[in-house]
């Protein structure tokens, strides 16, 4: 069974996965909101909060990959402990993604041949989260 990511986000998640759903060309996500719980009177949903989202996954080259905003009350901390990898074997199906994805965010190291894979780049999106991609010949 494989290791799946989670990202949470601080309110923008919705923003985000159909940002990442267009990068990728995959069917807009089914979200889940806050909203859409069972209420429960010892944790009530602010108004606020109703309409954030508590799930949503995108399967991203064959790897799931899960998203939520972070639940009301409980703190968010951005950071760049977690990242996500792309590994394709198809040269212009990588370069697409990463052209797409480096939109609004910063390039760390462009598309370049490295001495692990002939083409190779890394970024920081728009909403703060690292993506690796890598091509793989084999």
Known sequence: M??????????????????????????????????SMPPDPDFPIPDEARELVMHTDLTICDGLVMFGDVPPGMPFQAGNSIGLVVIS??????????????????????LQETFWSKCYGSLKDKFGIIWQFSHRSE
């Open 2 to 35: 494989p290791v799946q990511a989670y990202v949470n986000f601080n309110g923008n998640c919705r923003e985000a996965v159909t940002f990442y759903a267009e990068v990728f060309n995959l069917p807009s996500p089914k979200i889940m909101t806050y909203g």
């Open 89 to 110: 074997k198809d040269m212009d199906e990588l370069k697409a993604y990463f052209h797409k994805m480096k939109v609004g965010g910063t390039v760390d190291m462009d």
